[in-house]
């Protein structure tokens, strides 16, 4: 096992990545720019190194910085959280070539499921189902009309180096096509620099699930079953849950036996979750991320595990340990993200916390690392805190969270906690009934 870490992030995700290390026993390097002196995670590791000014390409994605002070506190590995280099392929090997561990998976995976294009390809090869489309990189506009008469419209055409949603664009009559097909481009070229893209159907009522996975070096792999992350704003993602209210045991059983079966003939290591849009009773996989996501947490709630100690685990080599029918789902979790934004026009929200009083009580976990007097600083996203809530039912999580949320004091800033009550009071939230549509749907209504 590792004796010391360095934690390339900031905010809640250092914190959370620090509290595993701390119970693992092994001592913690923090990095920070100078915005970010009086975090939580500088004043809590065991050292802190400042690594540039606060604008993020100067610090936390300044790869040679982190390598010195990697280098310079004797730390053996590198825990990337979500976000900034988490999914660098250039970066984990790099930090590999330098004789450090990459806590993730091999830069060759990344790399793989970086390209959406590969991805899918590779994804449908080990039998995983796609969404129907074209067989790989749109060559023309007369191939992409070919294919969107062939699949039906409406369709999406997408970037193949996409991410944040953008180059994106849907085509709902033939008419549309080569307009759609020119902007995603263009889109592409300018947000990535390749413009290549593929073409999807586009599903109307997609409901957006997703599987947690953990395989270790020596080919065995396992899953931790679904989250529903379909409540979704300009697809960035707001509330989630685990278990889907949308399919049954049977069903998460066999879509997650399709995936760990994929990922382990792959050899696929260290955590990695796979995105799908579920309708009709299908699973048409989109993307996987090759790293711990923002929502984990309700999936270690009914899980009962601790994905971040196992994720240092696996990068010290050590095996899995259990198989898959010793994991087992226990009652039902909600996470909202509480973001320092107006409610009500989203617009960012920075500034010093005034007041500061975190909820507690039965089933509730607040990952965060805000405190009374914090400065929150306007170069990074503006996600403050995550709540969650643990409890036997869905019915019941929806009334913990009602309470929780009802204690939460964040003052001095702006935060989505008043939308969040109001998602929770929906009836059709408390249904269960929403797709991926329903949020963008539900902010525009008059309250
Ligand atoms: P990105 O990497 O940019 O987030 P994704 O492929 O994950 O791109 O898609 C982002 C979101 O766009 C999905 O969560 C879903 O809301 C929507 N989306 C993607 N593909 C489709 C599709 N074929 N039909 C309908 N909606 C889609």
């Given at each position: 096992?590792?004796?010391?870490?360095l934690?390339?992030?900031?905010?809640?995700?250092?914190?959370?990545?620090?509290?595993?290390?701390?119970?693992?026993?092994?001592?913690?390097v923090a990095v920070h720019?100078?915005?970010?002196?009086?975090?939580?995670?500088?004043?809590?590791?065991?050292e802190a190194v400042c690594i540039?000014?606060?604008?993020?390409?100067?610090?936390?994605?300044?790869?040679?910085a982190i390598?010195s002070a990697?280098?310079i506190t004797?730390?053996?590995?590198?825990?990337?959280?979500?976000?900034?280099?988490?999914?660098?392929?250039?970066?984990?090997?790099?930090?590999?070539?330098?004789?450090?561990?990459?806590?993730?998976?091999?830069?060759?995976?990344?790399?793989?499921?970086?390209?959406?294009?590969?991805?899918?390809?590779?994804?449908?090869?080990?039998?995983?189902?796609?969404?129907?489309?074209?067989?790989?990189?749109?060559?023309?506009?007369?191939?992409?009309?070919?294919?969107?008469?062939?699949?039906?419209?409406?369709?999406?055409?997408?970037?193949?180096?996409?991410?944040?949603?953008?180059?994106?664009?849907?085509?709902?009559?033939?008419?549309?096509?080569?307009?759609?097909?020119?902007?995603?481009?263009?889109?592409?070229?300018?947000?990535?620099?390749?413009?290549?893209?593929?073409?999807?159907?586009?599903?109307?009522?997609?409901?957006?699930?997703?599987?947690?996975?953990?395989?270790?070096?020596?080919?065995?792999?396992?899953?931790?079953?679904?989250?529903?992350?379909?409540?979704?704003?300009?697809?960035?993602?707001?509330?989630?849950?685990?278990?889907?209210?949308?399919?049954?045991?049977?069903?998460?059983?066999?879509?997650?036996?399709?995936?760990?079966?994929?990922?382990?003939?792959?050899?696929?290591?260290?955590?990695?979750?796979?995105?799908?849009?579920?309708?009709?009773?299908?699973?048409?996989?989109?993307?996987?991320?090759?790293?711990?996501?923002?929502?984990?947490?309700?999936?270690?709630?009914?899980?009962?595990?601790?994905?971040?100690?196992?994720?240092?685990?696996?990068?010290?080599?050590?095996?899995?340990?259990?198989?898959?029918?010793?994991?087992?789902?226990?009652?039902?979790?909600?996470?909202?993200?509480?973001?320092?934004?107006?409610?009500?026009?989203?617009?960012?929200?920075?500034?010093?916390?005034?007041?500061?009083?975190?909820?507690?009580?039965?089933?509730?976990?607040?990952?965060?690392?805000?405190?009374?007097?914090?400065?929150?600083?306007?170069?990074?996203?503006?996600?403050?805190?995550?709540?969650?809530?643990?409890?036997?039912?869905?019915?019941?999580?929806?009334?913990?969270?009602?309470?929780?949320?009802?204690?939460?004091?964040?003052?001095?800033?702006?935060?989505?906690?008043?939308?969040?009550?109001?998602?929770?009071?929906?009836?059709?939230?408390?249904?269960?009934?929403?797709?991926?549509?329903?949020?963008?749907?539900?902010?525009?209504?008059?309250?």
């Amino acid at each position: 096992m590792f004796s010391k870490i360095l934690i390339a992030n900031r905010g809640e995700i250092a914190l959370r990545v620090l509290r595993a290390c701390r119970e693992l026993g092994i001592k913690t390097v923090a990095v920070h720019s100078t915005a970010d002196e009086d975090a939580m995670h500088v004043r809590l590791a065991d050292e802190a190194v400042c690594i540039g000014p606060p604008a993020a390409r100067d610090s936390y994605l300044n790869v040679a910085a982190i390598l010195s002070a990697a280098t310079i506190t004797g730390a053996e590995a590198i825990h990337p959280g979500y976000g900034f280099l988490s999914e660098n392929a250039d970066f984990a090997e790099t930090v590999e070539a330098h004789g450090l561990a990459f806590i993730g998976p091999t830069a060759e995976h990344i790399r793989m499921m970086g390209d959406k294009i590969t991805a899918k390809t590779t994804m449908e090869m080990l039998g995983v189902p796609l969404v129907p489309g074209s067989d790989g990189e749109l060559k023309s506009l007369d191939e992409a009309r070919a294919v969107a008469e062939q699949v039906g419209y409406p369709v999406l055409i997408k970037a193949t180096a996409g991410g944040g949603g953008r180059g994106m664009k849907v085509a709902r009559d033939a008419s549309e096509i080569e307009e759609a097909w020119s902007v995603a481009r263009t889109e592409a070229r300018t947000a990535f620099g390749n413009d290549a893209v593929y073409l999807e159907k586009y599903l109307d009522k997609p409901r957006h699930i997703e599987l947690q996975i953990l395989g270790d070096n020596y080919g065995n792999v396992v899953h931790f079953g679904e989250r529903d992350c379909s409540l979704q704003r300009r697809h960035q993602k707001l509330l989630e849950e685990a278990g889907s209210p949308a399919i049954t045991a049977e069903q998460r059983d066999t879509i997650g036996k399709t995936v760990t079966d994929a990922l382990s003939k792959m050899g696929y290591r260290n955590a990695g979750t796979l995105e799908f849009l579920y309708q009709d009773g299908q699973f048409c996989f989109i993307e996987m991320n090759t790293r711990l996501q923002v929502e984990h947490p309700v999936t270690e709630m009914v899980c009962d595990v601790d994905l971040v100690r196992e994720q240092i685990r696996i990068a010290a080599g050590e095996k899995l340990g259990y198989t898959q029918s010793d994991i087992t789902f226990s009652g039902h979790a909600i996470e909202c993200r509480i973001n320092a934004e107006d409610p009500d026009t989203f617009a960012p929200c920075p500034g010093t916390v005034a007041v500061y009083h975190a909820p507690g009580g039965l089933g509730v976990r607040i990952d965060s690392a805000l405190y009374t007097g914090y400065k929150v600083p306007p170069y990074y996203d503006s996600m403050i805190a995550k709540v969650i809530v643990h409890a036997p039912t869905r019915a019941e999580a929806i009334a913990r969270m009602h309470r929780a949320l009802d204690e939460f004091v964040v003052e001095g800033i702006k935060t989505v906690i008043p939308l969040h009550r109001r998602i929770l009071a929906d009836p059709e939230f408390q249904k269960g009934d929403y797709t991926i549509h329903w949020l963008e749907q539900f902010t525009a209504r008059p309250h």
